[in-house]
Antibody
Framework: EVQLVESGGGLVQPGGSLRLSCAAS????????MNWVRQAPGKGLEWMAN????????YYMDSVKGRFTISRDNAKNSLYLQMNGLRAEDTAVYYC???????????WGQGTLVTVSS | DVVMTQSPLSLPVTLGQPASITCRCS???????????LSWFQQRPGQSPRRLIY???NRDSGVPDRFSGSGSGTDFTLKISWVEADDVGVYYC?????????FGGGTKVEIK
């Protein structure tokens, strides 16, 4: 069974940093593109970043480019999101999602809440 | 960015009755490989999103055949042949053809 478990969320002050992790199991992690998608409280879904199988290709939405860094460790079956320069508008539940065939995330974690507030 | 406009925003449905959600895109979703990367997601209250449909009309494993997707170019539809209580939640369309991937604003399905 495919499992994705996010961790690392919490309360952080504006301008602060946080590193999210996503532990993958139940599939060959190194064979898939992986995504981070977020959802602000009571709002819709927003794709943020993705990374290819070996970590050599990374793409970001404009509003996080230069502040967030996606990475992965295939030996540890883990996906990461380093978030720097956090802003109030980054407050959201952050999901990792496996990129399925046909596009879109075919498996999602339960999400981890990041709250940016003073 | 490609704008995905869903309608309606809210959809009250009687149990056992059909439901339909539309998604209109600001540009064609046909990719250079000939595929159309339009997906539909269900998000039940308090849960993570779950993909139901990919490439317009392909159901994911375990998705009841009450759910079907159709459409082409810029106009797409998700149909639920008959609504069950378990179908309550918010439904999103998403395009993966153009960079960056974008989601529709969501349609909340509730039971009358």
């Amino acid at each position: 069974e495919v499992q994705l478990v996010e961790s690392g969320g919490g309360l952080v002050q504006p301008g602060g940093s946080l590193r999210l992790s996503c532990a993958a199991s139940g599939f060959t992690f190194s064979s898939y593109w992986m995504n981070w998608v977020r959802q602000a409280p009571g709002k819709g879904l927003e794709w943020m970043a993705n990374i290819n199988q070996d970590g050599t290709e990374k793409y970001y939405m404009d509003s996080v480019k230069g502040r967030f860094t996606i990475s992965r460790d295939n030996a540890k079956n883990s996906l990461y999101l380093q978030m720097n320069g956090l802003r109030a508008e980054d407050t959201a539940v952050y999901y990792c999602a496996r990129e399925g065939s046909g596009g879109g995330g075919d498996s999602w974690g339960q999400g981890t809440l990041v709250t940016v507030s003073s | 960015d490609v704008v995905m406009t869903q309608s309606p925003l809210s959809l009250p449905v009687t149990l056992g009755q059909p439901a339909s959600i539309t998604c209109r895109c600001s540009q064609s979703l046909v990719y250079s490989d000939g595929n159309t990367y339009l997906s539909w997601f269900q998000q039940r209250p308090g849960q993570s999103p779950r993909r139901l449909i990919y490439k317009v009309s392909n159901r994911d494993s375990g998705v009841p055949d009450r759910f079907s997707g159709s459409g082409s170019g810029t106009d797409f539809t998700l149909k639920i042949s008959w609504v069950e209580a378990d179908d309550v939640g918010v439904y999103y369309c998403m395009q993966g053809t153009h960079w960056p991937p974008t989601f529709g604003g969501g349609t909340k399905v509730e039971i009358k």
